[in-house]
């Protein structure tokens, strides 16, 4: 006599945000596996970021007029979705029926909207992932999707740097900025870095031609000026740029949208903003860079997937020279 059984239902541990605040409210819960459908793939995570954006959606810290926008898009009085976490790395542990570019065991790394905090995640196929360069770890890529791409995507296409060109980067030891400097150096720019002292060594080893504190930055004349750090407008530049200088900013803010109203009835340098979109495509632009050594990871800190609140509370600090992981599995 053969006795049934119930279908084995697989777990794993995720970290959740059941409420807004400090990174005390993460709590580690299990959760069922998902699965891949038609065109997805299941990721085995092994290491996940933890960034400045991450503690911003874990506290609702929306700054200024972004505050009601914030909580529409993720959660009026609660987060909407409570496994947080957008960016990763790992191992393609089964693939949906139609998925034709990845293969299980594939090293991968990606961009999701959120569940990264997991084990395990389900991403699209055509999604923001893409194969991880040989050479490199889980941890070593994990956090430079969205600030290598925003990097890529706001000098080479919008700034449309030329060589020769002066680039000065605001923030170069932030998220965005350390990738900007190297893709800045790629693209044949003379570089100056704005960043605080803390930052130095990283700078200097990303081969920057100049360090200069930020408040001695306006006295500069730039070709390009990338701000990632909000603290700048096009008025503090403007008189300092050539007339085909560009200003460029990743904040948005009232002052900006009115920059930019005012653009098409101004002579002389432009400001500009945009979206550095995280998809198959850009990932495949950084990936490649990584290969010809043209984008070095630079690493702040890691910590073990049990030490999220821990790694939650150093980002908070913000004395970070470089980014910040989490190691969720140790296997190769």
């Known amino acids: 006599m053969s006795a049934c059984s119930e279908p084995l239902e697989f777990v794993m541990r995720a970290v959740i945000t059941p409420k807004y605040g400090s990174p005390d409210v993460l709590q580690f819960v299990e959760r069922s596996e998902p699965e891949p459908a038609q065109g997805e ?5 092994h290491a996940v970021a933890v960034t400045r954006g991450d503690d911003r959606v874990r506290s609702a ?9 914030g909580r529409a898009i993720f959660g009026f009085l609660r987060p909407r979705k409570q496994v947080q976490g957008t960016m990763f790395a790992g191992r393609v542990a089964a693939v949906g029926p139609g998925v034709e570019r990845f293969v299980p065991g594939d090293r991968v790394f990606g961009e999701v909207a959120n569940g990264a905090f997991a084990e395990r995640l389900v991403i699209g196929e055509d999604a923001g992932v893409t194969h991880l360069p040989e ?5 070593d890529v994990a956090a430079l999707p969205y600030g290598a791409v925003t990097a890529w995507v706001f000098l080479n296409d919008i700034a449309a740097v030329q060589p020769g060109e002066h680039v000065v980067v605001v923030g170069a030891g932030g998220g965005v900025g350390r990738y900007a400097v190297q893709i800045a150096k790629h693209l044949g720019a003379r570089v100056t870095a704005v960043a605080g002292a803390r930052n130095d060594a990283l700078l200097r080893r990303l081969d920057v031609d100049a360090i200069v504190r930020p408040e001695h930055a306006t006295a500069i004349r730039p070709d390009v000026v990338l701000d990632t750090s909000g603290r700048h407008t096009f008025a503090d530049w403007r008189d300092r740029l050539p007339q085909t200088g ?16 005012l653009a098409p009835f101004r002579r002389g340098p432009k400001v500009h903003t945009g979206i550095g979109n995280v998809t198959a495509e850009t990932l495949r632009i950084i990936a490649d860079l990584l290969r010809s050594g043209a984008l070095t990871p630079a690493v702040a800190r890691s910590f073990k997937f049990e030490d999220m609140v821990a790694a939650h509370r150093y980002v908070r600090t913000g004395d970070k020279p470089g980014d910040v992981v989490c190691v969720t599995r140790t296997a190769a």
């Open 135 to 139: 050479g490199l770890s889980y941890s």
């Open 246 to 261: 560009r200003f460029l900013t990743v904040d948005f803010s009232l002052r900006l949208l009115l920059d930019l109203m």
């Open 61 to 69: 810290d929306f700054p200024g007029f972004t505050a009601l926008i």
């Open 41 to 45: 793939l299941l990721i085995d995570v």
